[in-house]
């Protein structure tokens, strides 16, 4: 089982960045995707997740601003991320749970629902 996310760096407030999450080793067509962002001192929190069928659910604090798309194909996940803002500073995880579809997207936004993470990639916004 592999999960790793890239895409990471040192970027300016207003600029868009795009993560990506490879994975290998699972059914990666039916489990649900999801990107959660810890920023240092804080606890890891949930910023969206796509499931199987490719419905999305975000967090209201990044609605509107992030956007994830999945390759089923690549055995990937995508976090687009636009107009980014000094708070959005944090290590961004990929995790991967074994999606049940008659579940409520409310479920997935927890951390205890993942069975897979990746190490994490550290996105910095400056002004």
């Known amino acids: 089982i592999q999960v790793a996310e890239s895409g990471g760096g040192l970027v300016q407030t207003g600029d868009s960045l795009r993560l990506s999450c490879a994975t290998s080793?699972?059914?990666?067509?039916?489990?649900?995707l999801g990107w959660f962002r810890q920023a240092p001192g804080k606890e890891r929190e949930f910023v969206g997740h796509i499931r199987s069928d490719g419905r999305t659910h975000f967090a209201d604090s990044v609605k509107g601003r992030f956007t994830i798309v999945r390759d089923n194909t690549k055995k990937m996940v995508f976090l687009e991320i636009n107009n980014l803002k000094l708070e959005d500073t944090a290590v961004f995880y990929c995790?991967?749970?074994?999606?049940?579809?008659?579940?409520?997207?409310?479920?997935?936004?927890?951390?205890?629902?993942?069975?897979?993470w990746g190490q994490g990639t550290q996105v910095t916004v400056s002004s």
């Open positions: 995790g991967a749970g074994a999606d049940r579809t008659y579940r409520d997207p409310y479920v997935y936004t927890l951390k205890t629902e993942y069975d897979y």
């Open positions: 080793g699972f059914s990666f067509a039916s489990y649900v």
